[in-house]
């Protein structure tokens, strides 16, 4: 997010900055903002091999992608869907609307009541904990850094 206004044809977007002409002689705020908050661009930092990277946007779609570079089995691909998180609990709630990573992804579990997904940002880390079967046990908890 960007603080300043916007007075100038001049002005261009770079690598997530504002910049300003400097022939405006005109003073500009701009700079990151931090954000405890789910959207943006995470990578899982637990696995050195696969690469998987989660996008969650402000209108409540999400991306997904995968690429594992030792495990000819495993299927490089994406997955892009809604999503809404309960603010109480932390629950993701998804919708896949495109599937082409195999197994992977936020939707790709079995159960019933399946996926359970509890997430939880803390500054640039986000922690998934996940209930693969719908059992109310977390079978597994996944940790990403923010990109």
């Not at 001049?10 to 003073?27: I, K, L, M, S, W």
């Not at 690469?51 to 209108?59: E, G, N």
């Not at 000819?72 to 869907?81: K, M, S, Y």
């Amino acid at each position: 997010m960007f603080v300043g206004n916007q007075t100038s044809r001049d002005h261009q977007r770079t690598a997530g900055y504002e910049f300003t002409n400097v022939f405006d002689n005109e003073t500009q705020a701009f700079g990151d903002v931090l954000s405890e908050r789910l959207l943006g661009t995470w990578r899982r930092s637990t696995v050195d091999d696969n690469y998987v990277t989660l996008i969650f946007f402000d209108d409540g779609t999400y991306f997904h992608s995968t690429v594992d570079e030792n495990d000819n089995a495993e299927r490089v691909g994406i997955e892009l869907g809604t999503y809404s998180q309960n603010t109480q609990t932390g629950r993701l709630t998804v919708t896949q609307l495109v599937d082409n990573n195999g197994d992977e992804g936020l939707t790709d579990f079995e159960g019933t009541r399946a996926p359970n997904i509890f997430v939880k940002v803390k500054g640039d880390t986000l922690t998934a904990r996940i209930d693969e079967d719908g059992d109310a046990v977390i079978d597994k908890t996944i940790i990403f850094q923010r990109q």
